[in-house]
């Protein structure tokens, strides 16, 4: 049974997304297009993925990876019909083109499918001649003649599984995004979690499916999305997350699901920041690690009213007490950045308060960020240590880069 009711119980299993093909797509002219600040060693970032996907074995945790996952559903005919169907919706070929390459990719191995449909696919990846010459005037005349131009765009923001979909009580939200540099991601992973056996066989929820076209969802990301307990999210109001969704969603949850209400925290809709997870994480059952800003800021707390269309939505004064009160705690342990405000800079950039909590007290955080990993062992935190120079600069950290699917209920 997948379920998620809590930040901070023991982690049990999780999806894990290791990039190749995709970052080495990523080139100076096209990063930022693509969401990224920088192109990243490759090599490297992998080699850092693989140890933090071996630190999480270590702590007992079972590691699913994304192309495994892509892999085993495409082996379903009419799964990979249907991920076809969408992913070419989703960009723009004149109808004759998107049919060659659909029937091109239709017939392919699975491996190679899966590998671009998740990292990307240019034209001089093609193996049919034949294919790549009807193709080439197209991209000749709309491309500068550029041999590489993508057919299907890469996905290097796969790396960060938490944004496109989140599991939330007995069910998940399938996550529509805001930019559409992503939104292919959102329906890969619909794919997984509507035809893999894995999860084909277990009863859940979908609160929230971004896949579905016809609805036009807003788009919510679950780097917003906090279980902090089990009967209270925490929702960040972000430059990706807007109001319009959380109360979709709350709508939905309130009614079925048996959470009672939902916190929404307005934060800076700026790079530094797309996430509420960013700046703010839960790493025991009254303390957060935060960045966020010292200056008054807006949060609203969300309730079903007398009808499962109504919502009771009202401004709090305080964010932290009515947080404190929404766990059942007398006072929060509120635990800022470290050291000077250089320092502090720095590693909110680097994702200092984005750690990701396997068991009450038990966190994984990059090595790099040294102030607040000292701070944090000082206050009694125990602290796994990840390497992520290359990975760091996708701007995420180990909150971001996992999809928890299991926490232990307690």
């Given amino acids: 049974m997948y379920s998620v009711f809590s930040e901070i119980s023991p982690l049990k299993k999780v999806i894990l997304h290791r990039p190749n093909l995709s970052l080495r797509y990523l080139t100076p002219s096209n990063c930022q297009s693509l969401l990224f600040d920088d192109v990243l060693w490759v090599d490297k970032a992998n080699e850092e993925h693989r140890a933090f996907s071996l630190s999480l074995t270590k ?26 169907a969408k992913i070419f919706n989703a ?15 239709t017939h392919l191995d699975i491996k190679k499918l899966s590998m671009y449909l998740l990292g990307g696919l240019t034209l001089h990846d093609l193996s049919d001649p034949t294919l790549k010459k009807q193709l080439q005037p197209y991209f000749y005349q709309h491309n500068d003649k550029d041999i590489n131009h993508f057919i299907l765009a890469p996905l290097p923001n796969h790396l960060f599984t938490r944004d496109t979909s989140c599991w939330i009580g007995n069910g998940l939200s399938i996550n529509p995004m805001h930019y559409p540099a992503r939104q292919r991601e959102t329906y890969n992973m619909a794919a997984i979690y509507k035809f893999h056996p894995m999860f084909k066989n277990s009863e859940f929820d979908i609160w929230y499916d971004g896949s579905n076209e016809k609805d036009n969802l807003p788009s919510i990301e679950g780097g917003d999305v906090l279980v902090i307990s089990n009967k209270c999210l925490l929702i960040g109001l972000s430059q990706r997350t807007s109001l319009q969704a959380i109360s979709l969603l709350a709508k939905k949850l309130l009614s079925i699901e048996k959470f009672e209400k ?13 996430h509420l997870d960013t700046l703010f994480t839960m790493v025991n059952y009254n303390t957060f690690c935060s960045a966020l800003p010292s200056e008054a800021f807006r949060a609203w707390s969300i309730a079903l009213g007398d009808s499962k269309d109504a919502l009771i939505i009202n401004q709090e004064k305080d964010f932290f007490t009515y947080l404190a009160r929404s766990l059942g705690e007398k006072k929060l342990h509120i635990i800022p950045l470290a050291g000077d405000i250089f320092t502090q800079q720095r590693e909110q950039w680097n994702d200092a308060s984005n750690v990701l909590t396997i068991a009450p007290g038990k966190i994984l955080a990059y090595e790099q960020n040294t102030e607040m990993n000292k701070k944090l062992l000082s206050l009694g935190l125990d602290v796994i240590e990840i390497a992520g120079s290359e990975l760091g600069r996708g701007r995420g950290g180990a909150r971001c880069m996992s999809c928890p699917i299991e926490r232990e209920i307690t």
């Avoid at 702590?59 to 076809?84: C, P, Q, R, S, Y």
């Avoid at 960009?91 to 990719?105: F, N, W």
């Fill in 59 to 84: 702590e007992g945790v079972e590691v699913f990876l994304l192309h495994d996952l892509m892999a085993e559903t495409l082996l379903i005919n009419h799964a990979k019909e249907w991920l076809l």
């Fill in 262 to 274: 939902i916190i929404a925290v307005d934060i800076p809709k700026q790079r530094a920041s797309m």
């Fill in 91 to 105: 960009i723009s070929l004149p109808p004759s083109m998107t049919q060659l390459v659909l029937e091109y990719l």
